[in-house]
Structures are given as structure tokens and as C-alpha cells.
């Protein structure tokens, strides 16, 4: 469908195509699916993007939007105190890597995983074409170069593993090496991201993305909708598990979590927690 109202068009139309968590869920066509998705957003990327210097509005917009709905929602694993320092940290390192520099900024999906895109599968199990990136309603046009790739990872692990997001961003803080299917699906933007920031996968680099495109992704949930910052579990795991990381430090002492002996990758919740939370 086609409306008009004074200058602004809406367009609608009905793409075909099979939703990509069924298509990611198929052994042989998850990384030829998330090849083909890096590509395509990546290439828009490219086509739409400046060069501009990454200034204090661009900061606010991107990095202290949402602080005030994140630091309101609570959850049993983290104390108040070891929060409001992980919070701080999180804000202090993201600030620090990206202001001042000098990058494209260009067309960002905002949200892009498996369930926004469309596929059209061959006759052979392993031939799949993407047909369709869709509901652009977090898009932006002022987004860094790898921001939605980055996401699409992350939420692609989560896919394939059945975790919560959280989880899967929690270990790649924890461990930022990308498998090498994963950098071979990333090579179509591989020479953007290192013109942009030195080198991917470096380490620092794949924290900031990722810092970046979770904190995007919960600030907006919770922004959007109270239900999700009323949701004492979906915090815990989605937010304070990764908040943690941030609130440890480098010589990985926690800050007054509460109840947390327990490794994240071991899926153990702490003592009472279920009990508190479930």
C-alpha cells in the first residue's frame, strides 16, 4: 500500500521470504545466512555514510540515552551500590573509546537480528538468499560502522545456543574472539571496520561494539516498555549479569554482588535467587 499526507510517504509492501530464525536454526545455512546479512547491511552502511567526528550530542544520543530507565530497573544480583559503579564504568568506558573519533556514520538497522530478516531458500539445503531486512524501527542515520554486524553475532549465538541475550554477551566481553566462521562471515565489512578502528577482531574493539549494541538493545526495551525493567529475571540476566562484567574491573573482584558465586557460563543461579526471581 502507498499513502500520502503533505510531504511525507509511507510505502508498505509484502515481502516474501521465510523468517531467519528458522533459516539461522539450519545447521547449513546459519553462517551463509549470516554472511549474507553482514553483507547487505553492511553495504548500506557504506552507501549511506559521512565522515564525522564523534562529538558530545552523538554521545548523548548513543551512550546516555536510556541511562535513567536502566539504572531504575532492579534485580536480586546486584547490589545498589554495585550497580550504580557498574553503570558508571560501563558509561566511562564507552565515552572514552568513542568520542573524538573520526568515523563514517551511516544507515543502522538498530535491531537487526535473525527475526528482521527474510529468506528464500534453493533446492539444496545449504543454498539460501536473503530476500528482506525488515522492521527498520530502531533505525538511525548517524550509526557506526559494525554496530548492526556486531548484533546480528550476538544474537545469531543466542539463536544457536537457546540462551538469553545476556548470556551470550557476557561471554563475549568475557572471551572477544570471534570463531572463524564468524570472521568469514564479517569479511564484506572487514575492510570498513579496520579503516575505522585499527583492527577487528581486536579485542578492545569487539568490547566497544558489543558494549555498545547490548546497551542499545536494553536501554531501548526498557525505554519503550516498563515491562521490561519490571521484569526482575529478564534484568538480571539481560542487564546485572552483563553490568557485572563492567563492575568487576580488570583484577575481577566483584563490587558487592549480591549472592554470585557462581560462573555465568555455568548457568548456576546464586542461592535464593530462583526462589526471589522464578
Known sequence: SHTRASNVSLIERAWNGEDGRSTFAVQGQHFPALAQAMDAIGTMHRRTATMRV?????????????????????SPLMGSNARAHALRTFLTQ???FWTGRSLPLGLGHGDLSPGNLL??????????????????????????????????????????????????????????????????????SRAAMNAAYGSVPEASVVRALCGLAWWRHVAGNVTKSSGFAGNALWVAINVDLVLAWYGAGTGGKWHDVASFPFSPMGRRWPEGFRRNVC
Not at 550530542?57 to 530507565?69: K, M, T
Not at 544457536?160 to 561471554?171: A, C, K, P, Q
Not at 572471551?175 to 570472521?183: A, F, H, K, M, R
Request: aromatic residues 8%; glycine residues 8%; negative net charge.
Open 54 to 74: 564523534i562529538d558530545e550530542g552523538w554521545a548523548h544520543r548513543w551512550i546516555d540515552h536510556g541511562f535513567d530507565g536502566v539504572a531504575a530497573s532492579r
Open 94 to 96: 564507552q565515552r572514552r
Open 119 to 188: 529468506f528464500i531458500r534453493g533446492a539444496d539445503a545449504s543454498e539460501v538468499r536473503l530476500n528482506a531486512v525488515i522492521d527498520w524501527e530502531a533505525g538511525s542515520s548517524d550509526s557506526p560502522p559494525g554496530l548492526d554486524e556486531i548484533f546480528l553475532l550476538l544474537t545469531a549465538r543466542a539463536l544457536r545456543s537457546g540462551e538469553e541475550l545476556g548470556f551470550t554477551v557476557r561471554h563475549l566481553l568475557e572471551d572477544p574472539t570471534l570463531s572463524p566462521d564468524e570472521q568469514q562471515a564479517l569479511a564484506a
